[in-house]
C-alpha cells in the first residue's frame, strides 16, 4: 500500500495569512493527488484533484502542486471559513488518505 | 440537484450484521463508480471500499480492514449503492460516507452526509 503522510499535522494561523500543507507519497503517484477540506460534524468536500485542478465553485485562493512523491496545498489568503482539517488523498492505487492537518485560529 | 443520502446506521452488537444504503440523485448512477469512506470517532479518513460502473465490470476492491467482512453491491435500477457489513468488530464504529468517485481522475467529489455506525455490546 501507498503511504500519504502530510505535515504539519496542525497549523495555526490567522486570517489573511499564506498557509501551505505538504503532503507525501511512500511512492510515486504521478499526479494523482486530490486535497479535501473537512469542517466539524461534516462530510469533506473536495478542493483540488489530479494535484492541481481546481474543483468547480471552490475558490481561487486555493491551489495545488506537485507531482511524483511531493504535493503542497496553498491557501494564499485565510479566510474565516478555511479553518478546518484538511486531507491529502492519492487516486493512483487503491484509495489512501493523509493523517490531515487540523488548520487553527491564531 | 447531486445528491448522495446514506442510511441504515445504527447500534448493533459485535458479530452482527448491518446493511447501508446509499441513495442517489442528480445524476446518472450507473455511469459512476461508488464508494464507502469511514471515519472513526476523533479520527481520520478511512476508505473502507469501491465497486466499479457495469460499463468496467462492476467489480469491487476493498481495504484489507474489511475484505471478506464487507460486500458493496449496487443496483442502477433504483440509483443505490449498498454497503453489507458482517462480523462487525468494535474497531467498525465510526460515521460511514457514501462517495462518487469522478471520472477520469478518481476523486471522491460528491459525498453524502454520512451514517453512524456503532458496534458495542
Known amino acids: 500500500d501507498i503511504q500519504m503522510t502530510q505535515s504539519p499535522s496542525s497549523l495555526s494561523a490567522s486570517v489573511g495569512d499564506r498557509v501551505t500543507i505538504t503532503c507525501r507519497a511512500s511512492q510515486s503517484i504521478s499526479s494523482y493527488l486530490n486535497w479535501y477540506q473537512q469542517k466539524p460534524g461534516k462530510a469533506p468536500k473536495l478542493l483540488i484533484y489530479?494535484?492541481?485542478s481546481l474543483q468547480s465553485g471552490v475558490p481561487s485562493r486555493f491551489s495545488g502542486s506537485g507531482s511524483g512523491t511531493d504535493f503542497t496545498l496553498t491557501i494564499s489568503s485565510l479566510q474565516p471559513e478555511d479553518f478546518a482539517t484538511y486531507y491529502c488523498q492519492q487516486s493512483y492505487s487503491t484509495p489512501g488518505f493523509g493523517q490531515g492537518t487540523r488548520l487553527e485560529i491564531k | 440537484e447531486v445528491q448522495l443520502v446514506e442510511s441504515g446506521g445504527g447500534l448493533v452488537q459485535p458479530g452482527r450484521s448491518l446493511r447501508l444504503s446509499c441513495t442517489a440523485s442528480g445524476f446518472t448512477f450507473g455511469d459512476y463508480a461508488m464508494s464507502w469512506v469511514r471515519q472513526a470517532p476523533g479520527k481520520g479518513l478511512e476508505w473502507v471500499g469501491f465497486?466499479?460502473?457495469?460499463?468496467?465490470?462492476?467489480?469491487?476492491e476493498y481495504a484489507a480492514s474489511v475484505k471478506g467482512r464487507f460486500t458493496i453491491s449496487r443496483d442502477d435500477s433504483k440509483s443505490i449503492a449498498y454497503l453489507q457489513m458482517n462480523s462487525l468488530k468494535t474497531e467498525d464504529t465510526a460515521v460511514y460516507y457514501c462517495?462518487?468517485?469522478?471520472?477520469?481522475?478518481?476523486?471522491?467529489?460528491?459525498w453524502g452526509q454520512g451514517t453512524m455506525v456503532t458496534v458495542s455490546s
Open positions: 465497486i466499479r460502473s457495469k460499463a468496467y465490470g462492476g467489480t469491487t
Open positions: 462517495t462518487r468517485l469522478s471520472r477520469g481522475h478518481d476523486a471522491f467529489d460528491i
Open positions: 489530479a494535484a492541481s
